[in-house]
């Protein structure tokens, strides 16, 4: 049995903070290979597509190049309506029945995880990874909370750093992307008017 992290997210663009939970999630001996998913139509959120999705694909694409245990997903695209990470989460079942799976949270999604799409029946087909963003004071409360749910959440450690994608957008930085996606940023002319 294969145990399987899988990170999904918007990643427009995907930063540094991005990259840390990446890492971690791969350095880690609990997981024999982690999914990067880009979602298609992200439900929680209203939707801001400031780049074509193959842009947003292409960024996930280097930066799993770092990482032997890392595997772009596409498993959202292959689907109509907006990517609800329980519909995610059965058909990564399906294609990998031998998985157990495990969804990496930030710090902002475990405040909210319990009022997620069919919460009730998605904790019963995966466990979570928290990562605390920004060190949340409240951050373990809600872990507790929602472990009350019956949801199975692992806490790491790992610092991440706290980024706000929006603001990101706004003003593209350097020290806020990995070096390969700010290269690729350039090379397309993605957020240009801000790049600095």
């Not at 949270?105 to 405040?111: L, V």
Request: with cysteine; hydrophobic share 35%.
């Amino acid at each position: 049995m294969s145990q399987t992290a899988v990170f999904g997210g918007t990643f427009n663009p995907f930063h540094i903070g991005h990259y840390e939970i990446l890492s971690a999630l791969c350095g880690s001996e609990k997981f024999d290979k982690v999914l990067l998913v880009p979602d298609r139509i992200p439900p929680h959120k209203k939707h801001v597509q400031s780049v074509p999705d193959a842009d947003r694909i292409e960024m996930c694409r280097i930066v799993c190049e770092d990482f032997d245990k890392a595997q772009l997903c596409l498993i959202e695209f292959e689907r109509e309506g907006k990517s609800y990470t329980v519909d995610t989460v059965k058909a990564l079942k399906r294609a990998f029945p031998a998985d157990d799976f495990f969804i990496a949270c930030g710090g902002d999604m475990i405040k909210t995880l319990d009022t997620w799409y069919r919460f009730d029946e998605l904790k019963t087909l995966a466990s979570f990874v928290a990562f605390n963003r920004g060190n949340d004071e409240g951050f373990l409360a809600n872990v507790e909370r929602l472990r009350g749910l019956g949801a199975q959440i692992t806490v790491f450690d790992n610092a991440v750093t706290e980024i706000s994608s929006t603001e990101l957008r706004e003003g593209v930085k350097r020290k806020y992307l990995p070096e390969k996606v700010w290269e690729y940023v350039n090379r397309r002319g993605i957020y240009k008017q801000q790049n600095n």
